[in-house]
Every structure is written in C-alpha cells, then in structure tokens.
T-cell receptor, first 112, second 113 residues
C-alpha cells in the first residue's frame, strides 16, 4: 500500500530564514503531488500542485520540487514569517487509484 | 461567501445515537468528498461522489452512509455511533475529480461519549 512520510517533529525556524519540509513516499510513483496548509480548527487549504514530469514549481515565496528517483518532494518557504506557522500536508494522486492520499503533515513554527 | 460549508461545527453525542453532518458547496464543482482526520491528524478519504454518483467507498463501516441529493450537497449519516468514530470530519470538493485541487470545509468535530 502507499506510504507517505513527513517529518512528525515540528520544524522551528527564525523569521526570515527558509523553511524546508520533506515528503517521502514509497512504492508507486504518483502522477501528481499537492501541498496544503492547515491551521488549527480549519480545513486544509491548497497551495501548490506539481506533476510527475515537472521538477519544480514556484508561487510567490513558495517552491516545490519533485524527485521521482529519490521518491521525494521538498517544500520551501523563503523569507519565512510568523504568519507561515501552520501544519503543511503533502498529498499524492496515484494513476488508477483516483484518490488523494495525505501524509501526516509537518508543523512549522516561525519565531519572530 | 463560504465555498464549502458544513454543519454542525461541533457535535457531541452519546454512543449508539444516529447523527448527520451536512455539506454544501457553491463552487459549481462536480466532485465532493468526505475525509476523516483522527487524533494524530492523519487525513483519510472515506467517500467521493461525482455528479451524485458514488466513486470511492473506502473500507468504511456501513454505519456510515453518504447521501448526495444533488451535486452541490453531500451529507454524511452515521448510525449507532461508537467511541472510535470521534474525529474531525471534513467535506471537500473539486472541479473535475482527483487531479484538481481540493477545497475543504472547516470541519465537524465529532465527540462520542
């Protein structure tokens, strides 16, 4: 079965630094990979989508990479701000499975 | 205007009761979902509907029954509630199925006592 691993420990960084979150998967290669942000008491909010034939995607201060050889996606937030503090979830879509499978998320804490 | 709205926000009930959670989306999307997020924050799909037709039914106990009266609504009815059903339930929708981004509701926190 599909297994998606995100660092369960919270990531603490200083404001202004770059935050890098990791999403590792096993077994099948996904067709798509998505990243979501979830704040306490709220539903996940979509951030970025990257396809298996894309190496990198950017949106403002966000950057996602997708390495199908390493079976890994990295999510970067540059010039991080305290408002970026949240839990970040990666989610994979597998061809033929028709469902979005979520990782357990990594909590990011940005200190002023 | 809320894109995906679900009610109630909180639901506290006794074991053995039957309860329903309602979900509505005003985005004009074709596909709707129910996800369950457990105490460890793991988000797992339960059901998905496309234009009122059931597409995905994960290994969910048949005490859980989704109902889609039209493509803008997907309700979740739960019979004979058990302690293990306590979780946050999220409704979501997407434009054209699973290859598109999902829009989530704010969740219903269900506590079974």
């Amino acid at each position: 079965s599909q297994k998606i691993e995100q660092n369960s420990e919270a990531l603490n960084i200083q404001e202004g630094k770059t935050a890098t979150l990791t999403c590792n998967y096993t077994n099948y290669s996904p067709a798509y990979l998505q990243w979501y942000r979830q704040d306490p008491g709220r539903g996940p909010v979509f951030l970025l989508l990257i396809r298996e034939n894309e190496k990198e995607k950017r949106k403002e201060r966000l950057k996602v990479t997708f390495d199908t050889t390493l079976k890994q996606s990295l999510f970067h937030i540059t010039a991080s701000q305290p408002a970026d503090s949240a839990t970040y979830l990666c989610a994979l879509v597998y061809v033929g499975f028709q469902k979005l499978v979520f990782g357990t998320g990594t909590r990011l804490l940005v200190s002023p | 205007d809320t894109a995906v709205s679900q009610t109630p926000k909180y639901l506290v009930t006794q074991m053995g009761n039957d309860k329903s959670i309602k979900c509505e989306q005003n985005l004009g999307h074709d596909t709707m979902y129910w996800y369950k997020q457990d105490s460890k924050k793991f988000l797992k799909i339960m059901f998905s509907y496309n234009n009122k037709e059931l597409i995905i039914n994960e290994t969910v106990p048949n005490r859980f029954s989704p109902k889609s009266p039209d493509k803008a609504h997907l309700n979740l009815h739960i019979n004979s509630l058990e302690l293990g059903d306590s979780a946050v339930y999220f409704c979501a929708s997407s434009q054209e199925g699973i290859n598109e981004k999902l829009f989530f509701g704010s969740g219903t926190q269900l506590s079974v006592l």
